[in-house]
């Protein structure tokens, strides 16, 4: 284990009773004495504590908010320029073939942008940010800062009761908050599709105020299990298994997170890697599309899952990209990629299982309705 | 009851062998969400993949214990996979097999040495 990074509440989550695996190079809890299904089901009707420390944070600044916008269009397809100061969108870097290389959000404080990258991809991103910026672009990874996200209809008013400029927020919307003393940045949102926080923090109070937290009514600590079957039910891309370098957001169906301006015939349109190929896709449609995938049976699907379009013999005609037990949903859910015929909600395709093949329907995503303070 | 290192139980009933998987085997899993089990009537060898259990972190098999047929599964447990993590020692048991070698029931632990086996 001695490999392995920890984030600042590594000793709280051991003290807890965590089960810590090792997770895109950190020891991170998987899950608390709890267990996985309680988690996940407490975060659905509760409050539910999750340390998302591993992932990268890093800020950029420049000369202005301007400068800072316009260099970061160059290295993903959003309209960086047209954030409102406090507010965060979702992004993707791209590559010249129009494969995602990560998602990640950003959000503008003041003059200068803050982004939040996955923990596997964090070393890749930075490096791309400072090889794909400008020098007058200041690229810093705030590798002293802890992040925690609260997530669950019971956090509002946690968070509210704590500090009532919360109440104010609304989904997507960034703020500084002061939180049992400590000062904090916090968004409006999660990876869950339950309303919540995330909450950026000095790492050498990181354990404090979490500890504060949990004293809290209905707050739990959720581990990375959890994580899995919610962002899953809420229907939320998992990098690496749902989109990866050699998909791209046509096919995920992360077209909406692409604004028009930066589409062809906007006003700043292109520009970033891979945009000739991402136009033609939205011009012509992907030949393959990431859909919602619900097996008839109890059988959980899980990723790898080869589909086919009938029930004997046929064509393979795409695959799970993530899939497993939804709590929420009491059956089984996935995801994955079909062609395209068979990516209209309502299709039947089989996937096969130990080498049988089991009914599943294509279906709409989320699984279950995203409950967000709009 | 004898316990095998694959962290089955097995427990004899009417001249028969009920089996199930232990109380550590249910708190390795977790949440146990489906399970499939044997057809009643098929002849097994020892090792053999006859029940498939998945709980919500992933899938696992358990193996025929020793040689022997199938005389009774648990259908119980298609509905409610649950009790496998609720009661694995007792009403969640899995299947019912007659034993066609008892020899091979020899190797297995009692509950003292299972207890020493998973310390």
Partial sequence: ?374 | MKFTEEHEWLREEDGVMVVGITTHAAEQLGDVVFIELPEEGTTVSKDDEVVVIESVKAASDILAPVDGEIVEVNSALADNPGAVNDDPQGEAWFFKMSVSDAGQMDEFMDEAAYQQFIA
């Fill in chain 1, 1 to 374: 284990m001695s490999d392995l990074a920890i984030t600042p509440l590594y000793d709280l989550h051991v003290e807890l009773r965590a089960k810590m695996v090792p997770f895109a190079g950190y020891s991170m809890p998987v899950q608390y004495p709890m267990g996985v299904l309680k988690e996940h089901l407490h975060t659905r009707s509760a409050a539910g504590l999750f340390d998302v420390s591993h992932m990268g944070q890093v800020m950029l600044s420049g000369p202005s908010w301007e400068a800072v916008a316009l260099a970061f269009e160059r290295l993903v397809p959003m309209d960086v320029l047209g954030l409102a100061d406090g507010r965060q969108r979702y992004g993707l870097f791209t590559n010249e073939a129009g494969g995602i290389e990560d998602d990640l959000m950003f959000a503008r404080r003041g003059e200068e942008l803050f982004v939040v990258v996955n923990a596997a991809c964090k070393a890749a991103d930075i490096a791309r940010m400072r090889a794909g910026l400008p020098e007058e672009i200041i690229v810093t990874e705030l590798a002293d800062r802890a992040l925690i996200a609260l997530q669950g209809p019971g956090v509002a008013a946690v968070v509210e009761d704590l500090d009532p400029r919360a109440a104010e927020m609304r989904f997507m919307d960034v703020a500084d908050l002061s939180l049992c003393g400590h000062a904090v940045w916090a968004s409006r949102s999660g990876y869950t599709g339950e309303d919540g926080f995330e909450i950026s923090v000095a790492a050498d109070e990181a354990e404090t105020l979490v500890r504060s937290l949990l004293e809290q009514r209905d707050v739990a600590p959720i581990g990375l299990g959890a994580r899995d079957s919610l962002r899953l039910e809420a229907g939320l891309c998992l990098y690496g298994h749902d989109i990866d370098s050699e998909i791209g957001p046509v096919e995920a169906g992360l077209t909406w997170a692409i604004q028009k301006v930066r589409r062809a015939g906007g006003a700043r349109a292109g520009g970033y890697p891979g945009a000739d190929v991402i136009d033609q896709l939205f011009e012509q449609g992907a030949a393959r599309r990431r859909v919602g995938l619900r097996p008839e049976g109890r059988a959980p699907m899980r990723e790898g899952v080869q589909l086919y379009d009938a029930a004997e013999g046929g064509a393979q005609i795409g695959n799970v990209t993530s899939g497993g037990y939804g709590p929420s949903v009491e059956g089984p859910v996935a995801m994955g990629y079909v062609t395209r015929p068979q990516a209209e909600v309502g299709t039947r395709v089989w996937g096969e299982v130990r080498g049988k093949r089991l009914p599943v329907d294509v279906v709409p995503l989320p699984f279950v309705p995203a409950n967000f303070k709009r």
